[in-house]
Nanobody
Framework: QVQLVESGGGLVQAGDSLRLSCAASGRSFSTYAMGWFRQAPGKEREFVARISRRGSIVSYTDSVKGRFTIYRDNAKNTVYLQMNLLKPEDTAVYYC?????????????????WGQGTQVTVSS
């Protein structure tokens, strides 16, 4: 089992950057594929990005491609989401997720561990 704790959210202006971190407990972090999801008010939780166990494979939802970067440091049991050129439509609660399974990695049901979320608010 793994516990996930997100940090790094905040209030920024459009065009600014933020880096989200997700710290995982336990000694088997490298055995989990990781993802970031977000949920805006009144909307369903949606996929943002995912990264494979060794970090060699990443994928993103179209709306963040070229602006967001997911990466991980298995030695630090942490996965990151670097968010650049933020837009007001990026405003949401961002969730870190982990799975010991094999997908689908772009779906909520593909993950069995979730953090509590961190708020990101982008003002125009």
């Amino acid at each position: 089992q793994v516990q996930l704790v997100e940090s790094g959210g905040g209030l920024v202006q459009a065009g600014d950057s933020l880096r989200l971190s997700c710290a995982a407990s336990g000694r088997s972090f490298s055995t989990y594929a990781m993802g970031w999801f977000r949920q805006a008010p009144g909307k369903e939780r949606e996929f943002v990005a995912r990264i494979s166990r060794r970090g060699s494979i990443v994928s993103y939802t179209d709306s963040v491609k070229g602006r967001f970067t997911i990466y991980r440091d298995n030695a630090k049991n942490t996965v990151y989401l670097q968010m650049n050129l933020l837009k007001p439509e990026d405003t949401a609660v961002y969730y870190c997720a982990g799975t010991s399974g094999y997908g689908p990695y772009d779906a909520v049901y593909g993950y069995n561990y979730w953090g509590q979320g961190t708020q990101v608010t982008v003002s125009s």
